[in-house]
């Protein structure tokens, strides 16, 4: 069993940046692989990024256009979303979650079905 807890969102301005955090605990957090998701009203949950369990493999959303970066530290037990030039589309509730089985390929990583652990959510919201 695994807890995933997620901090860092706020309000940001366009054109701003802001990193979340996805503190893990439980029964041997590093052997999960973890996703960030973002969910928008109306809308369903879409996989942003992926990581595996020792950080070499990576996944992102196409339309992201290399304005995020995952990375986690898994002394500290933390993933990390770091997210740069961010826009009104941005906005919306993130979340993270972890799959023991990795992130599984590039064509399944998105998959929010895959993922057997979620934290709560944090909010981002971009304003002027």
């Known amino acids: 069993q695994l807890q995933l807890d997620e901090s860092g969102g706020g309000l940001v301005q366009p054109g701003g940046s802001v990193t979340l955090s996805c503190s893990v605990s439980?029964?041997?957090?590093?052997?999960?692989?973890i996703g960030w998701f973002r969910q928008t009203p109306g809308k369903e949950r879409e996989g942003l990024s992926c990581i595996n369990t020792s950080g070499a493999v990576t996944y992102y959303r196409n339309s992201l256009q290399g304005r995020f970066t995952v990375s986690r530290d898994n002394s500290a037990n933390t993933v990390y979303l770091q997210m740069n030039n961010l826009n009104f589309e941005d906005a919306g509730d993130y979340f993270c979650a972890a799959e023991r089985r990795g992130c599984s390929s590039e064509t399944s990583w998105f998959d929010p079905g895959r993922y057997a652990f979620w934290g709560k959510g944090t909010q981002v919201t971009v304003h002027l």
């Open positions: 439980g029964l041997s957090p590093e052997f999960y692989a």
